[in-house]
């Protein structure tokens, strides 16, 4: 065991948070919300909520995950709605299952409100240390241990370390052993843990340049604007009261001199050369990567965004890189627009230990150290709103444990963050893990409108959400219900004004009498428009509206899936125990047998979902629990 | 999916006797009641109590299928403490995979390998010992039923298969790829680009469906293979079964594999038979070619059809064949008896063990064509020999696998007439893509996320 150097001062808390990204603030804020005496730790109070990478948060099914955590009680909503320049809904055009809200933040405002929060809230203080030892005891976790010795002594500990350990950057030949925006990397906690019996791997990601606006020739680029009504991300918060001026955002394209200048300086790419060993994303290539595993397409898209009100930095969205920087400026400078381009801070890639996530329970706690929980990137995602959704999570189940209650579980069929959770659990990542609305089987339910009416309840409960809130969101429950079958129960009749208001707009004429909801259905009609022949409607807030036309035009589909959760809940509730020895079941085939040993799947369903398990085997599981059932009761 | 009603065909299949097919679940009786009539035309198997037994048809419409004996047993005193509904047909494979693919069209799903078993002991009809054997028949009747999906499915229908799910993936793909980065993939005029491409996987599905209805798919027969060195008479006595005047040959054309088979039936049994002969005339090939092909074909063969030349003597190369084949179903022809004959018997029947027939035939001559086909089936009726019974259920299930994509074709066709969003388009795609999949015995995982990442860019 390699020693760690300790001073004599022990101080005495319940919760240890290392890390104050956006899944340490979320964990330390809903431990100490809970009344749960708890200390954050950070390299550097400077970084907390930092964002390394790209200026927004949301986007495609991050924005729900952002929903979700604020249904919960976290405060990732509220933080961005108070700190955003721009804001957009993406994908309005499609169905309400994937629309999704997304906006540009002012960074440094966005990291010196969330530091504001932290240091205000009781319970709860701010810690600048590097967190060098954890404590584990009979498998179970005592206290962590910082650079300069203190020892704090502790209930439970969860790691939230990001890309910080062991980190190490790379622009071309030009190597740093720092974590990201040059921070100081954590070098010595990944030992201790390996020493622990943690399984930890290493993957990378990387980031674009960000270039000086006064550099940069905005006449060659398209304007991107931000929606006219601005909607908000938190629940709590008043639309009204976040209606303002925003900034733009500006389109250009990569060309086949930007191509060539990356094909002919491949070999000093670190990845390309073979120096990067970590596994990267595949969902945000580099622009070496695209150009190589893309090699078609004639151009790429480039999104200079801003980084907040009181800079000139300009984020480059599209081209991050690790080459050199000789080189970077010359591929940059071939972009229409960025031909005088002054880099402020070159791209760079970064890699950086991290868990093997399949050592973790869904409460996030590891299966083999009680006590301690994990989350964020060191769990193997990657995104501010993956990290901020474990944190929430790992803060609960941590307070949870620690109250004497049971974990906080939410399911594939519940959230957006059951989905993620599940998925770092019981796949085998091979990359850093990325939401995607495609990974979420019932996304018609998961949406990002109704995350309030499917999670508050929970974020109640727990004890994160005030009463109030709550109480808001039965209410909008109870209208939503109301609407609907009043919409149901109240028929019109083929009368002549009802053809001439059908025609006016487009619609088949009636043949005989026909409820008000169904009318809804028909594409050409919406709930306004519906108004006119509806004259005992009730006055509604837009939010209940909007689920009530949702519920209406796809109830079929939202059916189908209902159903389909029902059957998934079954195979959820079949638990397998936990000292079930695999090997004793003879009839699984080899490879069921391995990744079931290896992944120590908790229910039947997650055990069906592990690739390699074939519904044969779950059958044959199946029969082997109710086995060792029956044996139980004859004893 | 535990509370479905499932069915399937649970005696075996020959042409002749009985036929049974089962159905376990909350529905069974329902779904029975769909489709059976008493004597008198009432339709009345729901007030019929527990553990009786009644006369009547089955009609698939308005037409007879069959003269039945339908018997019901209410749950939980049944095999699997559900409802359990029992027709017994005439048999024949006809007449069986027809009622029971009405059951499937009324609302049964086709029981998984060791279904009914599964759940008798879920639900405690079997005894606590039997768990081992139940977990042995599931994992083994498995693995038979997917070994013979992929025997059957060699070759182009493979390959069929393969190409629809490609071009079904790349489009979900496509739509989830527009939908996480709508900023860089835009789905502008796709609709109409979709619906050529469904349009065209509809089709060519439909015809797949149809084939496999007809049973053309995977022909049903005992498969049979002739082998034996070059040049003992293997094509003569193709031709012979073929030209023989009850001999019906059918083509299949489009729909076999890189083997040229045909089918024959004989009186009442059928044959499908593997026909190797035509690669020797197209090839080169060095004198272990029997070997070869023999080696090729022992081990899915249900019947080996082993020729010798009388003229000539038993040379190594023979020998090898039977390594290869003693243990298998093996009749064995002595060829050319119409002329002078110099192999030793003795010596044959000393390098195969037990019991198996030995015939001497003259292929050219037409002489013991009459006792082959005699011994055959007589193999047949004794059940020495049977087509497998899986291959009909395998067949049945691609059937079902195929419908259910097509509907799901189908379903996404309304969805972009109907004007819905692209995002309920990739709901019924996917359905479509995990259907095929079930036929070349593939499932989905992260199929669809490998996709999106391999063939489009993302952004930031």
Known sequence: ?635 | MDNNTIAAISTALSEGGIGIIRLSGDDSIVIADKIFKTKKGERKLLSFSSHTIHYGFIYDGDEIIDEVMVSIMKAPNSFTRENVVEINCHGGILVCKKILNLVLSNGARLAEPGEFTKRAFLNGRIDLSKAEAVMDVISSQSELALKNSLRQLEGRLYEKIKELRDKTIYEIAFIESALDDPEHISLDEYPERLTETVNYLLKEVTSLYESSKKGKFVKEGINTVIVGKPNVGKSSLLNVLLGFERAIVTDVEGTTRDTIEEHVTLKNVSLNLYDTAGIRDTEDYVENIGVERAKKYADTADLILFMLDGTRPLTEEDEQIIDLIKNKNVIVLLNKIDKDCIIDKEDIRKKFSGEYALLEISAKESIGIDSLEKVIEDMFIEGTISSKDEMYITNIRQAEALLSAKNSYELVLNSINDGLPEDFYSIDLMNAYSSLGRIIGEDVDDDLVNEIFTKFCMGK
């Open chain 1, 1 to 635: 065991m390699s020693e760690t150097f300790r001073n004599e001062w022990v101080e005495n808390v319940d919760v240890c948070v290392v890390g104050a990204g956006h899944a340490g603030c979320e964990a330390a804020l809903a431990c100490a919300r809970l009344g749960l005496e708890t200390v954050v730790f950070t390299v550097s109070i400077d970084s907390i909520a930092l964002m390394p990478c790209n200026p927004n948060i949301g986007g495609s099914s991050k924005g729900h995950l952002v929903r979700e955590v604020d249904a919960l009680g976290g405060e990732m909503g509220k933080n961005i709605d108070k700190t955003f320049i721009q804001s957009k809904m993406l994908n309005v055009s499609k169905g309400p299952a994937v629309h999704s809200l997304r906006a540009q933040a002012d960074k440094a405002d966005y990291s010196r409100s969330m530091r504001k929060i932290l240091e205000n809230q009781e319970h709860l203080t701010v810690k600048q240390a590097e967190i060098c030892d954890v404590i584990i005891e009979d498998k179970t976790v005592k206290g962590v241990v910082t650079y300069t010795g203190t020892t704090y002594m502790c209930k439970a500990v969860i790691l939230c370390t990001g890309t910080y350990l062991k980190a190490r950057c790379l622009c071309g030949e030009a190597i740093t052993y720092t974590g990201p925006s040059g921070l100081q990397a954590a070098n010595n906690l990944s030992t201790h843990l390996i020493e622990n019996g943690v399984k930890l791997r290493r993957f990378k990601t990387g980031t674009p340049a960000r270039m000086d606006k006064r550099s940069i020739d905005f006449t060659k680029m398209e304007e991107q604007f931000g929606d006219e009504r601005i909607v908000p991300f938190s629940y709590s918060t008043d639309p009204e009261s976040i209606q303002k001026e925003q900034i733009s955002c500006w389109l250009t394209y990569t060309n086949e001199e930007t191509h060539k200048i990356i094909r002919a300086n491949l070999d000093r790419s670190p990845i390309y050369a073979g120096i990067i060993e970590g596994t990267g994303p595949r969902y945000c290539p580099s622009i070496e990567d695209k150009v190589v595993k893309f090699a078609e397409k004639e151009r790429h898209q480039v999104f200079i965004e801003p980084e907040g009100l009181y800079t000139n930095e300009m984020y480059v969205g599209g081209m991050s890189s690790s080459l050199p920087e000789d080189v970077q400026l010359k591929m940059y400078r071939t972009v229409p627009g960025l031909e005088n381009c002054k880099i402020v801070r070159n791209a760079y890639a970064i890699e950086y230990d991290c868990l093997e996530p399949n050592q973790l329970l869904p409460s996030l706690e590891l299966k083999e150290i009680s006590g301690m929980f994990c989350a964020g990137q060191f769990n193997g995602s990657s995104g501010y709103e993956e990290a901020a959704a474990q944190g929430i999570i790992a803060g609960i189940n941590a307070s949870m444990k620690l109250l004497g209650r049971e974990p906080v579980i939410l399911d594939r069929s519940q959230a957006y963050i059951g989905v993620l959770i599940d998925d770092l659990v019981t796949k085998d990542n091979r990359e850093p893990y990325r939401m995607m609305t495609s990974r979420a089987e019932y996304r018609l339910l998961l949406r990002q409108d109704n995350a309030d009416l499917r999670l508050r309840k929970i974020g109640h409960e727990v004890g994160l959400v005030s009463d109030e809130d709550y109480e808001k969101t039965l209410e909008k429950e109870r209208l939503i219900e109301e609407e609907v079958l009043r919409l149901k129960s109240t028929t019109v009749g083929a009368s002549k004004n009802i053809q001439e208001f059908l025609e006016k707009f487009g619609s088949s004429p009636l043949k005989t009498g026909t409820s008000i909801a169904e009318l809804l259905c028909r594409p050409e009609l919406s709930y306004e428009a519906l108004a006119e022949i509806d004259p005992e409607r009730p006055f509604l807030p837009e939010a209940v509206i909007e689920q009530v036309c949702i519920h209406i035009k796809y109830e079929g589909y939202i059916e189908r899936q209902k159903h389909q959760v029902e059957q998934f809940k079954k195979t959820e509730k079949k638990l397998i125990p936990e000292d079930i020895d695999y090997d004793d079941v003879l009839s699984l085939r080899l490879e069921a047998r391995q990744k079931l040993k290896q992944f120590k799947p908790l229910n039947i369903g997650q055990a069906s979902r592990i690739s390699g398990v074939t519904p044969a085997d779950v059958s044959v599981l199946l029969v082997y629990l109710e086995q060792q059932r029956l044996r139980k009761q004859h004893e």
